[in-house]
């Protein structure tokens, strides 16, 4: 063979293995990079795997937590007997959470500044010509609600005694819902005879009620009685108590009062109260005050009662005096105004060592107001004493004209009020003893005028919070 075929046919196997040798060695660094592009995929993989089971493992524990705590409520709760709900609706409350149990607790705070003016400062002759200061007029803590069941309910409201800051109790009631329309109630409750004297003090239209409603009527009383819803548009209510005043102690007034409110304590033999009220237009609710507030209906309201007491046997000592009352009111409200107007009588039969006579009195009240954007109300009040026989040196009959403005912050519950009360005819000795009947009274402001003077005024200024 040629030596020069020879010799290409060396270099062509050379050239041959020389292709394979790189043929291998690009398959060998695929292979790498391949091997190496999988490891990373693979780390991926394993990294969101422990990432997926961490995940796993946190919300396993999250909720055997949520177990955890959850049981230990259920433990607590179980250990309470039960659960409670809490709140504010018109006042605090607390409640078992099935409704069974109910306490509402409510206050009042009235924080006034009264001034008397008169010609030489009264009775004592001093020339100061006024006497004024301020006092805590009202503080109660009312306790309200139901016990064991919905029907049967409680109200008892403490009171501070405004001179002493002793605490005690006005009301102290128990009732219990025969019906949807029918309640029983008894204990220590305000009498259901006069209107004026039946809406809360916080619900006045002026600082203080009238001069009428303390001497007319019957205040607080002990007993039994029942409140009948007999439509839509008519409400009764009757109670047999102890007598007028009797669940009121004060040792100090005339006429009989109790010197203590036990059985035995009592001065009168038993009293009976029988009051209807009717509605003509609107809601019941707006029956409460005197005020109209903005957005309210028209309503209207008509009511009367009557009142008989029988003297207790003993002590001889005290007057035998049978006492009928009597007394028609009215109210109307609509777009601001409202008005207000009552007429009362009482009727007192003496027969205690002397021929029988009749001692009358009869109060008329009259009042109107005009509220501005639930805002500004102010108001006016005329009242007219007329008796018979007050007393051997008292006159026949007083007025009293009272005038001021409401300022509601929010509505009752946060109000300024100011007045004038003003006294046309002398504020004499008999007129004081009458007030004193009532241990409330003294919160007018009359003091006792000297002999020939008149025209005294009472400057009121009060700040009240409901809560």
């Known amino acids: 063979m040629d030596k020069r075929m020879l010799l290409a046919l060396g270099i062509g196997c050379l050239l041959g293995l020389s292709g394979v040798v790189r043929a291998d060695d690009a398959t060998e660094a695929n292979l790498k990079a391949r091997v190496a592009s999988l490891e990373a995929r693979l780390a991926q993989v394993q990294d969101q795997q422990d990432q997926n089971w961490l995940n796993a493992r946190r919300a396993q524990e999250v909720k055997a937590l949520v177990r955890e705590?959850?049981?230990d409520a259920d433990t607590r709760a179980s250990l309470a007997a039960s659960g409670a709900t809490a709140g504010y609706q018109n006042g605090f409350f607390i409640a078992s959470d099935d409704g069974t149990f109910l306490m509402k607790v409510n206050g009042q705070i009235d924080f006034r500044y009264m001034n008397s003016f008169q010609?030489?400062?009264?009775?004592?002759?001093?020339q100061k010509g006024s006497q004024g200061g301020f006092e805590l007029t009202r503080t109660y803590l009312t306790f309200s609600g139901h016990v064991a069941d919905p029907r049967i309910g409680y109200?008892?409201?403490?009171?501070?005694?405004?001179?002493?800051?002793?605490?005690?109790?006005?009301?102290?009631?128990?009732?219990?819902k025969l019906a949807d329309n029918l309640t029983l109630f008894g204990g220590e409750f305000k009498d259901t005879f006069e209107k004026e004297d039946m809406i809360e003090a916080s619900n006045q239209l002026a600082v203080e009620r009238s001069?009428?409603?303390?001497i007319m009527g019957t205040g607080y009383v002990q007993g039994l009685g029942v409140n009948w819803d007999a439509t839509d548009?008519?409400?009764?209510?009757?109670?047999?108590?102890?007598?007028?005043?009797?669940?009121?102690?004060?040792?100090d007034a005339p006429d009989g009062f109790p010197a203590s409110k036990d059985f035995a304590g009592d001065q009168r033999a038993f009293g009976i109260t029988a009051r209807g009220d009717v509605k003509l237009a609107g809601d019941w609710s707006q029956a409460d005050d005197f005020t109209s507030w903005g957005g309210d209906p028209m309503a209207a309201f008509i009511g009367a009662a009557v009142h008989y007491d029988e003297p207790d046997p003993t002590p001889t000592s005290l007057p035998r005096n049978k006492v009928l009352a009597w007394t028609v009111d009215g109210q109307y409200k609509n777009q601001g105004w409202g008005v207000f107007a009552?007429?009362?009588g009482a009727h007192e039969l003496w027969d205690q060592n002397l021929p029988e006579s009749t001692t009358s009195i009869y109060g008329v009240v009259a009042q109107a107001s005009y509220n501005i954007n639930d805002k500004v109300e102010p108001f006016g009040r005329w009242e007219f004493l007329y008796s018979n026989d007050l007393g051997p040196n008292s006159r026949n009959s007083y007025s009293f004209i009272t005038a001021g403005v409401n300022i509601y912050q929010q509505k009752h519950n946060a109000k300024f009020s100011l007045d004038v009360l003003w006294a046309l005819d002398p504020v004499d000795g008999e007129l004081i003893n009458t007030l004193a009947a009532d241990p409330r009274a003294t919160a007018v402001g009359l003091l006792q005028d000297a002999n020939g003077e008149r025209n005294q005024l009472v400057l009121r200024a009060q700040y009240q919070l409901l809560f």
């Open 69 to 71: 705590v959850l049981s």
């Open 119 to 126: 010609q030489t400062g009264g009775s004592n002759g001093d």
């Open 155 to 176: 109200f008892v409201r403490l009171v501070v005694d405004r001179n002493t800051n002793a605490v005690g109790a006005s009301v102290i009631k128990l009732s219990y």
């Open 211 to 214: 001069l009428v409603s303390y």
């Open 233 to 251: 548009n008519v409400r009764l209510t009757a109670n047999f108590n102890d007598g007028m005043h009797s669940g009121q102690y004060n040792v």
């Open 342 to 344: 009552s007429l009362t």
